[in-house]
């Protein structure tokens, strides 16, 4: 339902003068289809207030990412924890004033009292105020910077417990403060996030995590959240974001220019061959060596192996542009019938390459080249 909604409100509306535009790339989730780095608090800014039974079941839910292929990342909450403290503690409130407080002024008395007291409140504050804790939420964004470099996605608990509702009007305020203990920065940070069951206690009551990550990754974090639901994941190219590129030579893992991809932060997505009417030459007089890869319709060959590497979106045009002659990019086919960009070669330049098809691919072929000059090196003589 979640990701149903989405797909209506995630566009552009020229009424609403909040509405945004992805930028290419900004959604970019390469991890999705590969190992993923996933950030936890460190224990000591795990709160679950009193609860004895939700520390397990967030515990499962790190193992359940792990075993999804996840990697846990420790990371520092304070720096989310002290936004997060903004929202109530500071002039923010007085937005909610600016939504309601004219009609809150004429019939306060439909308005539930601790709400009422809260947005009232927030007339204390002055201009000057809202400019000083604006200047704080951006040098905390900036902060988190750090951490999303370490990360690709934050799970924390959605909430650490559960209150009746008796308890909450007994002591609203402080029991509401403890509920955001683990949201309240979200919007403010301009963030993403996504809250999916994690289980129940042994009393029937529901435990959630939540998946949160940079502005635009929504539909990352929903594919995610399906997965982490046990939901069967899409096809490979239904990447958000990113080009799907298949290497064949220089670019490979471990290759001389495998951090032309590194560089633009392309994952690996996986090692496959191409389709069966592939050719595949040493070209001559290139640095570092290149192969060339050539689509020859009707040859009913093995394949050639590659590697397909997603490649944010922003960052293809840079990539395709440093690519040179004869290389060029264009439309690959894999072994299993899905097209993705990739490594060609121009004819002109098998004048004089040599046709190394036969190997079935380029690493094969550096490993021959590198046995047959052992083996045809001189030993010295004892």
Same mark, same amino acid.
């Given at each position: 339902d979640?990701?149903?909604?989405?797909q209506?409100a995630?566009?552009?509306?020229?009424?609403?003068?909040y509405?945004?535009?992805?930028?290419?790339?900004?959604?970019?989730?390469p991890?999705?289809?590969?190992?993923?780095?996933?950030?936890?608090?460190?224990?000591?800014?795990?709160?679950?207030?009193?609860?004895?039974?939700?520390?397990?079941?967030?515990?499962?839910?790190?193992?359940?990412?792990?075993?999804?292929?996840?990697?846990? %990342?420790?990371?520092?909450?304070?720096? +989310?924890? $002290?936004? =997060?403290? *903004?929202?109530? !503690? /500071?002039?923010?409130?007085? &937005? @909610?004033f600016?939504?309601?407080?004219?009609?809150?002024?004429?019939?306060?008395?439909?308005?539930?009292?601790?709400?009422a007291?809260?947005i009232?409140?927030?007339?204390?504050?002055?201009?000057?105020?809202?400019?000083?804790?604006?200047?704080?939420?951006?040098?905390?964004k900036?902060?988190?910077?750090?951490?999303?470099?370490?990360?690709?996605?934050?799970?924390?608990?959605?909430?650490?417990?559960?209150?009746?509702?008796e308890?909450?009007?007994?002591d609203?305020?402080r029991?509401?403060?403890n509920?955001?203990?683990?949201?309240?920065?979200?919007?403010?940070?301009?963030?993403?996030?996504?809250?999916?069951?994690?289980?129940?206690?042994?009393?029937?009551?529901p435990?959630? %995590?939540?998946?949160?990550g940079?502005? +635009?990754? $929504?539909? =990352?974090? *929903?594919?995610? !959240? /399906?997965r982490?639901?046990? &939901? @069967?994941?899409?096809?490979?190219?239904?990447?958000?974001?990113c080009v799907?590129?298949?290497?064949?030579?220089?670019?490979?893992?471990?290759?001389?220019?495998?951090?032309?991809?590194?560089?633009?932060?392309?994952?690996?997505?996986?090692?496959?061959?191409?389709?069966?009417?592939?050719?595949?030459?040493?070209?001559?007089?290139t640095?570092?060596?290149?192969?060339?890869?050539?689509r020859?319709p009707?040859?009913?060959?093995?394949?050639?192996?590659?590697?397909?590497?997603?490649?944010?979106?922003?960052?293809?045009?840079?990539?395709?542009?440093?690519?040179?002659?004869?290389?060029?990019?264009?439309?690959?086919v894999?072994?299993?019938?899905?097209?993705?960009?990739?490594?060609?070669?121009?004819?002109?330049?098998?004048?004089?390459?040599?046709e190394?098809?036969?190997?079935?691919?380029?690493?094969?072929?550096?490993?021959?080249?590198?046995?047959?000059?052992?083996?045809?090196t001189?030993?010295?003589?004892?």
């Open positions: 979640a990701n149903a909604v989405w209506i995630q566009w552009f509306d020229a009424d609403d003068p509405s945004r535009t992805v930028t290419p790339g900004a959604n970019a989730a991890w999705l289809k590969g190992p993923f780095r996933f950030g936890v608090p460190d224990d000591s800014d795990l709160k679950f207030f009193g609860d004895d039974e939700t520390p397990d079941l967030f515990q499962q839910a790190i193992r359940k990412l792990q075993h999804m292929g996840g990697i846990r %990342v420790p990371i520092d909450f304070g720096v +989310f924890r $002290d936004a =997060a403290e *903004l929202l109530y !503690a /500071g002039p923010w409130v007085a &937005e @909610r600016a939504a309601v407080g004219d009609f809150l002024m004429r019939e306060s008395k439909g308005v539930h009292k601790v709400v007291e809260i009232m409140g927030s007339t204390k504050y002055f201009a000057v105020d809202a400019y000083r804790a604006a200047y704080k939420l951006e040098e905390l900036r902060r988190a910077m750090v951490q999303w470099s370490l990360m690709d996605v934050l799970l924390l608990p959605t909430a650490g417990t559960i209150y009746t509702l308890a909450v009007d007994a609203p305020i029991l509401n403060s509920l955001g203990y683990y949201t309240n920065f979200v919007n403010l940070m301009d963030l993403a996030a996504v809250a999916v069951p994690g289980g129940f206690r042994t009393d029937g009551l435990f959630g %995590v939540s998946l949160i940079p502005a +635009f990754s $929504d539909q =990352a974090l *929903l594919r995610l !959240a /399906g982490f639901l046990g &939901e @069967r994941a899409g096809r490979t190219s239904e990447l958000p974001g799907l590129v298949a290497v064949a030579g220089a670019h490979l893992s471990g290759q001389p220019l495998n951090h032309q991809l590194m560089e633009r932060g392309a994952r690996l997505v996986k090692s496959c061959r191409t389709a069966p009417d592939y050719r595949l030459f040493a070209l001559k007089d640095a570092p060596p290149k192969p060339g890869l050539v020859e009707d040859l009913n060959g093995w394949g050639i192996e590659v590697e397909v590497w997603s490649v944010p979106e922003n960052q293809f045009g840079g990539f395709v542009a440093a690519v040179p002659a004869p290389l060029v990019i264009g439309n690959v894999l072994d299993d019938g899905q097209t993705v960009k990739g490594f060609l070669c121009e004819p002109f330049a098998l004048s004089g390459a040599v190394i098809t036969r190997f079935g691919g380029w690493l094969n072929y550096l490993n021959h080249e590198t046995e047959e000059n052992v083996l045809t001189p030993s010295k003589q004892l």
